[in-house]
Every structure is written in structure tokens, then in C-alpha cells.
């Protein structure tokens, strides 16, 4: 049976180590957290030395046929949407590569007549030879699909279920493929199927009761270890941020995640998944990002873009509006320049400044950690 039919069982009977995990987000001191973070600093030593890997999002797509209401890309929202052309996937792949980039991660809206079958496994193909690692972060797929993608070159594949509470998921999810809460749910398990070697699980915080989340985001990634141990997995905590559709979340206190929560959070998984990465985007602020990374951080995105084209300026040529899902040519008058982004950034910091002050707190940025080289027969 896949996660998704035993999801409920396991929360009602957790494992020892999920026990655990639920201790360790309980209220503590101010004393007590700074205990949790100081051995989850000496784990994440431990476990990846002083060692940080980057990466950079790179921004496909931003059509999309779901509607979802606190996603800028919603189908709904009148935004500037536009595609890129293979080539000009290539372009701001060779910037981000020029900037050191060897890891990219390939994001795009789900819109089965743009992101069309063929096109992943043209980018894929595009950029193989440059860039060494690549993810992706599309729409979910069948695991046939997935081992298609694998014997391309992807590598990764990134997943967040956004809340695990499935009121809630129906009620923010209200059109689109993406309505469906179990399909996605078992993403990873396909995933894994077709052989992806890296996997990332995650929620946005803000949607739901966070504690909540938090447990079942650790009861899927417990089950996954168990389940999926020949790939290895990171998890995230993205919180909500600004964007086109200017969703209100509810300022309860026991939905938001504040800056304290999060190292709890963050040292909670550190404690209980050792050898799990845990990824830090730039949503959040440059002065909270150079604070946790010591704590446990093992991956972090930088310099990031979340609209199409966004590094180079590629794809402006095809901009154009859409109403309810259907394309509005813009009027010729028009001064808009530039696609419409997923959610704003806060750190926006350049990526020659980040590596730089990681550097000064003792960490090695990690550009690239795997070639294909690696299976090669000699």
C-alpha cells in the first residue's frame, strides 16, 4: 500500500521516533531551544561537515490550468504569463552556470499544452552537458513518465504537498488536475519508481496549523526512509509569501510559523533525520537566512528568479495576459517588460555575496556534487 493509504494510520500511531518528534516541538524555554539548536548544529557538522550546496531555480513556465488561491501562477489571476523556448531555457541556463551555478532546478506552472510531453526531456537534454545536476519541480506525473525524465538526465525531483490537511487542501484547491490531494500525495513513491536518486518533500507553512504540518510532513518523510531508501531526500519549510493573487492567510498564531518556531522546527528534523537535507530559500530574509544556516541548513537556493526569464530578460517577446485560462494579447501600447513572478523573494542578495559570507562563517559553498561521470563504466 502507498503512503497515501496508510497516511492516516500512521499519524494515529506513530512510530517511536515520530513520538519523539512531537516532544520535540512541544513549548520550551528560550534555554531549551538554544540547547536544541546547539546539537542540531553538532549533528548537521557531523553528518555534511561544514559544507553548503547551492542552487538556483529556473523558471520554465508560469502557465498553469490549476487554481490554486495562494499561488501567484493560479489559473485565475490575470498575470503575464510566457513560455521559454528551449533556447532560451539554454540562455539563462548559461547565465546561472556563468555565475557558478551546477546545480538547477527546473520549475514550471501545469498547463498540459505548454509544458507538453517532449518538452521537459528537450531542456533536459539542452542542458545536460553543462549543468550536472537538475531537478525539476513540475506537475506530478505517472512513474513511467518519471523514468522517462531519468533516462534524460534529471536527477531530482522536488514535491510539496503544500498542506496535509485535507480540508484545507480542498478548500484552497478549487480547479485543475492539482484538485486531486491523494495523486499528489504519492508523488514521491512514483517518483522514486522511476528512479530518481534525489527527492524533496516539503509543506508551505501558513495554510494550516503548523505543529500539524510539521508531523506530517515527518511522517512522510519517516516513511518514505523506510519505504524509498535507495534515494536520498531533503525537506523544506517554505513560508508564505507576497505575490499576484494577494491570498489573505489568517494571522492565527497557530497557523504562522514565526522566525522562533522555525528553529525549533528546524532542529526538530535535525534531531530526529540526521542525514536528511533541509533547504533554505530565499523567501525568507538575508539576516534570518545567515542565522540558521549553522543550525542545521544543508542546502539553500540564492539569487533567485521565480518568473520566466527572469535572469536574462528571455521569453519577453511572447508576453501576454490570461483571463480565466485564456490567452489576452497585450495592447500594443503596452510598457510591461517583464513575466509575472511565482511569490516575491526576500533574499536578493547576489549569489558572489552569499558564498562570500558563508565563507567568512567557516562553510565551504558546495557548486557541484555530482557528474554522471560517476556511473559511467571506466
Keep these: 500500500m502507498s503512503f497515501a493509504h496508510q497516511f492516516d494510520t500512521l499519524l494515529k500511531e506513530p512510530t517511536p521516533l515520530l513520538r519523539r518528534f512531537r516532544q520535540l516541538l512541544s513549548p520550551c524555554s528560550n534555554q531549551e531551544l538554544e540547547k536544541m539548536a546547539t546539537q542540531s548544529q553538532k549533528l548537521t557538522r557531523r553528518h555534511y561537515g561544514k559544507t553548503m550546496r547551492l542552487f538556483a531555480p529556473l523558471y520554465l513556465s508560469n502557465e498553469c490550468v490549476n487554481n490554486c488561491t495562494y499561488c501567484g501562477f493560479s489559473r485565475d489571476n490575470p498575470i503575464l504569463r510566457t513560455t521559454l523556448t528551449v533556447e532560451q531555457v539554454v ?42 545536476t537538475i531537478g525539476i519541480e513540475v506537475g506530478p506525473m505517472e512513474d513511467d513518465q518519471y523514468r522517462e525524465l531519468v533516462e534524460h538526465g534529471a536527477e531530482g525531483l522536488i514535491v510539496y504537498q503544500e498542506t496535509y490537511d485535507l480540508k484545507t487542501y480542498e478548500k484552497l484547491h478549487t480547479a485543475g488536475p492539482k484538485k486531486n490531494y491523494y495523486w499528489r500525495l504519492d508523488c514521491p513513491e512514483r517518483a522514486y519508481q522511476g528512479g530518481f536518486r534525489r527527492i524533496g518533500i516539503g509543506a508551505l507553512f501558513g495554510l494550516a496549523n503548523w505543529q500539524n504540518e510539521a508531523i506530517s510532513l515527518a511522517t512522510h518523510l519517516d516513511y518514505l526512509l523506510r519505504h524509498c531508501w535507495k534515494a536520498s531526500f531533503t525537506i523544506a519549510f517554505p513560508r508564505m509569501r507576497p505575490h499576484a493573487g494577494n491570498y489573505q492567510y489568517s494571522p492565527d498564531p497557530h497557523l504562522s510559523l514565526s522566525d522562533r518556531d522555525l528553529v525549533q522546527l528546524i532542529a526538530a528534523f535535525r534531531l530526529c533525520f540526521p542525514q536528511v537535507g533541509i533547504v533554505l530559500s530565499t523567501r525568507e530574509p538575508a539576516h534570518l537566512r545567515d542565522a540558521l544556516f549553522p543550525i542545521g541548513i544543508t542546502h539553500i537556493s540564492a539569487e533567485s528568479k521565480t518568473n520566466p526569464g527572469g535572469y536574462t530578460g528571455a521569453g519577453n517577446s511572447d508576453l501576454h495576459l490570461t483571463i480565466k485560462g485564456r490567452r489576452v494579447e497585450l495592447d500594443a501600447t503596452s510598457s510591461c517588460e517583464n513575466s509575472t513572478g511565482q511569490f516575491e523573494i526576500d533574499d536578493d542578495r547576489p549569489v558572489e555575496l552569499i558564498a562570500k559570507n558563508l565563507q567568512q562563517q567557516g562553510f565551504d559553498p558546495i557548486w557541484k556534487d555530482w557528474d554522471c561521470a560517476i556511473l559511467t563504466s571506466s
Design 91 to 132: 540562455t539563462e541556463a548559461q547565465h546561472l552556470y556563468n555565475l557558478g551555478f551546477r546545480n538547477i532546478l527546473l520549475v514550471a506552472g501545469e498547463h498540459p499544452k505548454f509544458v507538453s510531453e517532449g518538452y521537459l526531456q528537450e531542456c533536459i537534454d539542452a542542458l545536460k552537458h553543462q549543468i550536472p
